[in-house]
């Protein structure tokens, strides 16, 4: 049988979309930039971005640059280097005589890439940044992923809540919780939208809330969301979970709520990470004599010396 290997075939695929991607950017390439101009909202994200942009050495990358509004924006907002990637060659041409006309004495690069497979090594940047991206990609989660990977520090997200409340009707929204920690720094720098908010409990037993965010995505289409930062300590232990846990019940109908969990969470805290989810999921399972009313996840870590 005459025929390429299943790996061959799904590559094929792979690179057919994505020339597929190319054809499409390159004809919409001046209607897109045009856009640019005339969308506040964006010029709103752009200062959110600069404010949070790190002094100093910093190094970051903006995905899905277009045609270079952003990335000429930041270039001249901070003594940094500055990359874009895109997918568009056209787009990329646009940047760069839009990024040299303002900013030729600043470092800056362009990158023809896929989003999905960013050639950069992982931790190469200080802030990662997908302001208008999202709402244009099939997989926005391998999106994230990447964004993560090339991260040491700050994540932007322009359009989430925007895709959402745009393709949805108004009884679906969702909560979302997203975070990258840097090891060097020991900072942890997070976004909650409305999901239940992790918990760090410090080996004193004091607990802190992961709340710093916004709304749940979809419900408005301005919504406007914060980061928080937090510095990680020895011992520190972090859970992230859904509402699943905090909304399991027993026969009498009675939740087994937040104040259970955390309480919980701070009697098994110097277990094994994998014998603390253990426990926790028979522990809530068995609060429901075994039945499951929704999905349970949970994320744990804990900071070693």
């Known amino acids: 049988m005459i025929g390429a290997p299943p790996g061959d075939r799904q590559e094929a695929r792979d690179s057919s979309l994505r ?3 190319v054809s499409f950017w390159n004809g919409e390439a001046s209607a897109y930039d045009a856009s640019r ?3 506040w909202s964006f010029r709103d994200q752009l200062r959110a971005v600069i404010a949070a942009i790190p002094r100093g050495g910093a190094r970051l990358l903006e995905i899905g640059c277009g ?3 952003a990335l000429s ?5 901070m ?3 500055t990359c874009g990637c895109d997918l568009s060659l056209d787009v990329l041409r646009a940047a760069r005589h839009r990024t040299r006309a ?3 004495d600043r470092a800056w690069a362009l990158v023809q890439a896929d989003c999905v497979r960013l050639p950069f090594a992982d931790r190469s940047f200080d802030l990662v940044t997908a302001i208008t991206v999202l709402e244009f990609v099939d997989r926005p989660g391998d999106v994230l992923r990447e964004m993560a990977r090339t991260c040491r520090g700050r994540v932007f997200l322009g359009a989430l809540n925007r895709l959402l409340y745009e393709r949805s009707d108004e009884t679906r929204f969702a909560t979302f919780f997203y975070a990258v920690y840097d090891d060097h720094s020991r900072l942890l720098s997070y976004c909650n939208a409305g999901a239940p908010p992790p918990v760090v409990i410090h080996p004193d037993a004091t607990l802190v809330r992961l709340q710093r965010g916004g709304a749940l995505i979809g419900v408005s289409r301005d919504t406007h969301y914060t980061d928080g930062i937090l510095k990680l300590g020895l011992g520190d232990l972090v859970v992230s979970y859904t509402d699943g846990f905090i909304d399991q019940e027993n026969r009498s109908g009675e939740y087994f709520g937040e104040t259970k969990l955390i309480a919980f969470f701070k009697s098994n805290r110097d277990l094994p990470l994998d014998h603390l989810l253990e426990k ?3 522990t809530v399972l068995g609060f429901g004599s075994g039945a499951i009313k929704d999905d ?3 994320v744990a870590l804990r900071m070693l010396p």
Do not use: K
């Open 19 to 21: 020339r597929d991607a």
């Open 37 to 39: 101009e005339r969308d």
């Open 67 to 69: 045609a270079g509004h």
């Open 73 to 77: 924006a930041f270039s001249h907002a």
């Open 79 to 81: 003594p940094a280097w």
């Open 102 to 104: 303002r900013d030729d």
């Open 280 to 282: 926790l999921y028979d």
């Open 296 to 298: 349970m996840t949970a």
